[in-house]
């Protein structure tokens, strides 16, 4: 059974971090890239960042990069978003999601519909 589990969210105020990890079980997870994906209240889901199967090539959505990092721990299967000066327009459910396209990809992307496994979310809030 493959399972993407999301935790590290929480309730946090305007320039705050928080980091958020996702623990991946039941599948290759050193042979994907990885990515976030964020959802707000009314809002379609939005992609956030991307990590290879490698760990050396990233890209983030322009909204987060500078603020946010990802990367990956193969040896514990947990893909990670780290997430500083945080903002209330960041607030939104987080998920992070395998792109199920190929193996040791380097080439990544933002569109959904290339993630195949997704967790089930976790809340980040950020107070004004």
């Known amino acids: 059974q493959v399972t993407l589990v999301e935790s590290g969210g929480g309730l946090v105020q305007t320039g705050d971090s928080l980091r958020l990890s996702c623990a991946a079980s039941?599948?290759?997870?050193?042979?994907?890239?990885m990515g976030w994906f964020r959802q707000a209240p009314g809002k379609e889901r939005e992609f956030v960042a991307a990590?290879?199967?490698?760990?050396?090539?990233?890209t983030y959505a322009d909204s987060v990069r500078g603020r946010f990092t990802i990367s990956r721990d193969k040896a514990n299967n947990t893909v990670y978003l780290q997430m500083n000066r945080l903002k209330p327009e960041d607030t939104a459910i987080y998920y992070c999601a395998r792109d199920g396209r190929n193996e040791f990809t380097t080439l990544l992307t933002p569109a959904s519909g290339a993630y195949d496994y997704w967790g089930q979310g976790t809340q980040v809030t950020v107070s004004s």
């Open positions: 990590i290879d199967w490698s760990g050396d090539t990233t």
């Open positions: 039941g599948l290759t997870f050193a042979h994907y890239a």
